[in-house]
């Protein structure tokens, strides 16, 4: 157990130490990369007294919001593409149109028609969320086991129960799997939209003004801030997952 | 009773037509055990699938009580319990299923159900998942749920195969507890020979594809069947007598 907790902090600990080296000893201009300390104690001072807190709340609101659209829209969406091949045919080509542009690239296309309010940001992460979940959720269907509805249909369980009882629940471990995909996406697309899409306040404005401003140290801060909700956020979405889908894997 | 009357089954390929089923007479009478033994690839499944109402035949019909199997209630168990079972339900909602489907109220679904799992000892289990019982206790949970809703046939295709010898055994003498005593008429593919006719009350000889009804057995050992009928010389007179109608096939 010790050795385990030991190999998980063992590359983390080298990082910084590699870090710490090139800044300590200027191999890089400071300018930038400040020393790590620099960074933490930026980092608690923003947290503390400063705006970061603030940012951090902005960013995560906007993830959670463009995550659930994606999720109230995506999963029943990709459940009826993978259970009626006539919808799959109508929306096939569609759909893997659509997911071979890069979110990124429709940022134009959204801002002329939500404006530049957070709305357009709901709506950029909503729909690169969506097409992971509805892709992740059809192929839950596809790839579900035909001998637990062939069980169901020897009951002569049809329509919306088989539906409800069987297919879906049977879809859950894939759908799960796209949630898992869809909320890391949802932070990059937001973090990107708060860069390029004007904004108040959030934790990609927050990078992208540092930078411009050389605040190196707080510019690192904020990425750090960053990278420490997406990891929590998968943690929490793996969480779930374990307790919903608790026979997956078994 | 169930009659299967001179059913045929084709299935259309683009390289013309494959008969898989030629001809089959059979008629099983209320509370009989028939198995059904034939070499593999020999149609057994596409037989099952006809009687019970999965697939129709091409020429010929079934009748389960003067009913289509379409209309008539069907147990079937399949061999691999571990894609036949629910992995999202506990054992005990596993059972139920058949009943919440025929809209029983609760209170009854689980007397049934708990009444079900105390015949097979395993009543102490009942609110466990089942990815945590023994591959014999699946089984037997399939089994239960397969005649939780009395069925008026109960179809098996081969459902110990996966199971070792001891476990497969003791699984034939629990089911034949269960079948004593509900009466329920039973159709058992196997493609063990000692299973064949140690269950049986006659046992179904098929030929290889397309499957014709070979001979039929009939079984005079005595019920309540013992493990050491299985050395008896009725049983090996029987079983050679069996064998020998695939021996002038070389």
């Given at each position: 157990m010790k050795s385990k907790k030991l190999y998980y902090i063992l590359i983390p600990v080298i990082l910084i130490c590699f870090w710490q080296t090139i800044s300590y000893f200027k191999l890089v201009s400071p300018l930038f990369v400040p020393q790590p300390y620099e960074v933490l104690v930026d980092l608690f001072q923003s947290l503390v007294y400063g705006s970061m807190l603030i940012d951090t709340g902005y960013t995560l609101y906007r993830v959670l919001v463009g995550f659930s659209i994606a999720a109230v829209i995506g999963v029943p969406l990709g459940l009826l593409m993978g259970y009626s091949s006539r919808i799959y045919n109508a929306l096939e080509f569609t759909v893997e149109f659509f997911r071979g542009?890069?979110?990124?690239?429709?940022f134009p296309l959204f801002l002329l028609v939500?404006?530049?309010?957070d709305e357009a940001k709901f709506a950029v992460t909503a729909w690169g969320a969506g097409l992971v979940i509805l892709i992740n959720s059809m192929y839950g269907v596809h790839l579900g086991k035909e001998l637990r509805v062939r069980v169901a249909k020897t009951m002569k369980v049809k329509g919306f129960e088989l539906f409800s009882k069987v297919i879906f629940p049977e879809a859950l471990p894939q759908i799960f799997s796209g949630f898992r995909v869809a909320i890391s996406l949802s932070l990059i697309i937001v973090i990107v939209t708060e860069m390029f899409i004007g904004t108040n306040a959030g934790l990609g404005k927050r990078i992208i003004d540092a930078q411009l401003v050389y605040q190196t140290a707080d510019m690192y801060a904020s990425i750090l801030m960053t990278g420490t909700i997406g990891f929590i956020l998968n943690k929490i979405m793996l969480f779930i997952e374990n307790r919903v889908v608790h026979w997956k894997g078994k | 009773m169930i009659s299967v009357r001179s059913i045929s089954k084709e299935f259309k390929k683009s390289s013309g037509t494959t008969r898989v089923i030629d001809g089959i007479d059979l008629e099983i009478n209320n509370g009989e055990f028939v198995t059904v033994f034939g070499p593999n690839g020999s149609g057994k499944t596409t037989l099952l699938n006809l009687i019970s109402g999965i697939d129709e035949p091409t020429f010929g019909a079934v009748l389960i009580d003067n009913k289509n199997p379409k209309d008539a209630k069907v147990g079937f168990v399949f061999q691999n319990y571990n894609e036949s079972?629910?992995?999202?339900?506990?054992v005990i909602e596993n059972i139920i299923f058949p009943l919440e489907v025929a809209k029983m109220d609760e209170e009854k679904r689980v007397k049934i159900a708990e009444h079900l799992l105390n015949g097979v000892g395993l009543l102490h289990s009942k609110d466990k998942h089942v990815y945590d019982l023994s591959g014999g206790q699946r089984q037997l949970i399939s089994i239960c749920r397969a005649i939780a809703y009395n069925p008026d046939i109960l179809i098996m295709d081969e459902p110990f195969s996966a199971l070792d010898y001891s476990t497969t055994r003791k699984m034939e003498l629990e089911l034949l507890d269960i079948w004593q005593e509900k009466k329920i008429t039973t159709l058992f593919v196997s493609h063990d020979i000692d299973e064949a006719i140690f269950l049986a009350d006659r046992v179904v000889v098929l030929s290889p594809?397309?499957?014709?009804?070979k001979k039929i057995f009939e079984v005079k050992l005595s019920r309540p069947r013992t493990l050491d009928m299985l050395s008896s010389p009725e049983f090996t007179e029987l079983r050679n007598a069996i064998l020998n109608t695939f021996e002038y096939e070389k």
């Open positions: 542009i890069p979110t990124t690239a429709l939500f404006g530049i309010g | 079972l629910f992995p999202w339900r506990t594809r397309p499957a014709t009804i």
